[in-house]
């Protein structure tokens, strides 16, 4: 190439949502040497600086955006700074960045002297991009950094609203029949709580149909693994699905992406040194969920009643700032924290664990995890089974494909607000880290899927996985848009004869 494509990405501004595109960015520049242009608000962008590698031809671009215009508190650009009811107004106030995105395209095409961008890349809430895609003449994808079967499940439970016709606990979905049926309590709260006319309905019945008129999805996930969801998304938009996963961000990448971690690897490695071959149980409930103390009491009781070695990431429970510190003694089991240290069987992590490293030691046995996708991609990259504990979204769903199609996973509660027994967890525990047949049996599938990821996203000389394959017809389909554009352009202006 004579110019260096140029690829503009934009995420929404949450932890789980720019680490993916983030990690898509760093995945394209290495194998396709092009520029990136990373859009985002001034804070993230000032986060996202020192998480680049040197030499990098990323580019970041802030987009200006005031959260005091929309009732939020000053400076919030992320919602890992906001309390769980500002999170929607938060999502409203990313419709006034059409302006702004419009503006910086244009200006970008002109300081390229017209030579345009490659593609669009943009967020699942941000479908509103294509317009200005389009009116430029650019390519543009979505960019789903959740998996294909959670985010169909997602995708089809907003859209239709099936729960609210229902004359049981249990329903179908009227447009996926080949999912399996839906329990009321695998609905995440705000949906379980929505008719159709609230905020987040109303914004979503926008932003989904939105998705229809782009030129095609990009999904980090697996195509053999993540079948069933790719085919709904296929035939729901008519549009091309790129299973380009998993993209995942290098452990030095994460810092700078906003996590600095309550431990540094090098304690925490030396830890789990000293335990023996799959011993520990790793638990984190991700970015941007707790739960509540009476849920903490009972799973550091089960911990102590199993008497596993474990790492678990703590934040304050339900009802407290999930920023704030966390107090021990208040929310733990009175002098659990001093036993766990004098007996060595336990660290306590306070907000962030350098999650990467943990996954990829050999003392690591299980996760007990909320399921979000990053999480999951990252302990299957490293054949790691997971112990299910779902909070919002798709996380439901993407327990559902682990543990009824991959299996890899057991459930153990459901949602932040459950009733569960300190008892009921020590079985989880035990049936998927003792020599029982079923935890034999998940580890041995957590290692073929293992197989399979590392398969789907090789590329050398004789073998493309499919991964690779597919970001290949990506980056065809967006040339060839780009061939048409300029065609029709020059017909626009040839003279007539």
Not at 23 to 51: D, H, M, W, Y
């Amino acid at each position: 190439m004579e110019k260096k494509e140029n690829i503009v990405m934009f995420p929404f501004m949450a932890q789980g949502h720019i680490i993916p595109f983030l990690a898509l960015a760093l995945e394209i520049q290495k194998k396709r040497g092009c520029t990136i242009t990373f859009v985002n608000t001034p804070l993230n962008i000032k986060k996202l600086r020192s998480s680049l590698p040197p030499n990098t031809s990323i580019r970041l671009v802030e987009i200006p955006f005031n959260s005091s215009d929309h009732g939020l508190p000053p400076n919030t650009e992320n919602t890992n700074a906001l309390p769980y009811p500002l999170i929607f107004r938060f999502i409203e106030a990313s419709l006034s960045l059409k302006l702004p995105f419009r503006k910086l395209i244009s200006e970008l095409i002109a300081e390229q002297n017209g030579h345009l961008p490659l593609c669009l890349v943009v967020d699942m809430f941000f479908g509103w991009s294509v317009e200005i895609a389009h009116e430029f003449g650019v390519s543009h994808a979505i960019f789903v950094g959740g998996g294909g079967f959670g985010m169909a499940c997602y995708y089809s439970l907003w859209t239709n609203m099936p729960h609210l016709g229902a004359d049981s606990d249990e329903f179908t979905l009227p447009d996926f029949p080949e999912a399996s049926k839906i329990h009321v309590t695998q609905l995440p709260e705000n949906l379980r709580l929505a008719d159709g006319n609230d905020p987040f309905a109303v914004f979503l019945k926008k932003v989904f149909p939105e998705w229809l008129n782009s030129d095609g999805l990009l999904v980090n996930t697996v195509g053999e693994l993540d079948k069933i969801g790719l085919m709904y998304f296929r035939r729901k938009i008519g549009r091309p699905v790129w299973p380009v996963g998993p993209v995942l961000l290098s452990m030095e990448n994460h810092a700078g992406a906003g996590k600095v971690p309550g431990i540094t690897p090098d304690p925490c490695n030396k830890w789990l040194d000293s335990k023996p071959l799959n011993s520990v149980l790793y638990i984190c409930f991700g970015s941007q969920n707790t739960i509540s103390e009476s849920q903490m009491m009972q799973l550091a009781t089960a911990l102590e009643v199993s008497g596993k070695y474990f790492i678990w990431v703590v934040r304050p429970p339900t009802g407290f700032d999930i920023n704030s510190e966390f107090k021990a003694e208040e929310w733990l089991p009175q002098g659990f924290e001093q036993r766990i240290q004098d007996q060595k069987r336990g660290l306590l992590v306070h907000k962030w664990a350098p999650q990467v490293e943990i996954l990829s030691h050999k003392s690591i046995s299980a996760f007990l995890s909320h399921c979000g996708w990053n999480s999951v991609l990252e302990a299957l990259s490293h054949g790691v089974p997971i112990i299910g504990w779902p909070m919002a979204a798709d996380q439901f769903s993407n327990v559902v494909l682990l543990e009824k199609e991959v299996g890899v996973c057991v459930e153990v509660a459901r949602g932040p607000r459950c009733e569960v027994k300190h008892e009921d967890i020590v079985k989880k525990i035990e049936l998927v880290m003792n020599d029982t047949e079923k935890g034999k049996e998940m580890r041995r599938k957590a290692h073929e899927v293992r197989d399979i990821i590392k398969d789907a996203i090789r590329d050398e000389e004789g073998f493309k996985g499919s991964s690779m394959k597919a970001m290949d017809e990506f980056f065809s389909a967006a040339l060839s848009r780009r061939e048409k554009t300029k065609l029709e352009q020059e017909n626009k202006i040839m003279p007539l004869t």
